[in-house]
């Protein structure tokens, strides 16, 4: 799955172009046939999600409509099987209306991170233009 939020390891190790030794963050013998059959699904209702992108000190955090965070919260625990040293950090701000945010940090991550979501940052200027 070459797509990022493809925005996370398991959308992450999904959306690698590399081998599973060539990610130092991903172990994708971790997930079984299931978690990637899964990934798959949830991965374009993530992208379909996705709001904003900011940048940490060691890692990124994304921005979604606040409507998907069942979702969410299932592909973060798919993710952190494969990709074990990343920290995922979801919240949800004060209600009504308030934000969902999936914080993905970790030591020497950050490039990690943006060149396996570089894909869902594209769509995501697209999305941007057609406002």
């Known amino acids: 799955m070459k797509l990022a939020v493809t925005i996370l390891c398991a959308m992450l190790s999904v959306l690698a172009s590399a081998s599973p030794e060539e990610r130092p963050h991903c172990n ?3 997930l079984t046939p299931a978690d990637r059959a899964r990934d798959r699904e949830l991965v374009p209702l993530l992208a379909s999600a996705l709001l904003a992108r900011q940048e940490l000190p060691e890692g990124y955090a994304y921005r979604f409509d606040r409507h998907v965070l069942k979702v969410l919260g299932e592909w973060v625990e798919i993710e952190a099987k494969c990709c074990q040293p990343l920290t995922y950090d979801v ?3 004060p209600q009504p209306g308030g934000a969902l945010w999936v914080r993905i940090t970790g030591k020497e991550a950050k490039e990690f991170i943006g060149t396996e979501f570089e894909p869902l940052m594209a769509k995501l200027a697209a ?3 057609r406002r």
């Open 91 to 93: 919240s949800l701000e």
């Open 127 to 129: 999305k941007d233009a």
């Open 28 to 30: 994708l013998a971790a």
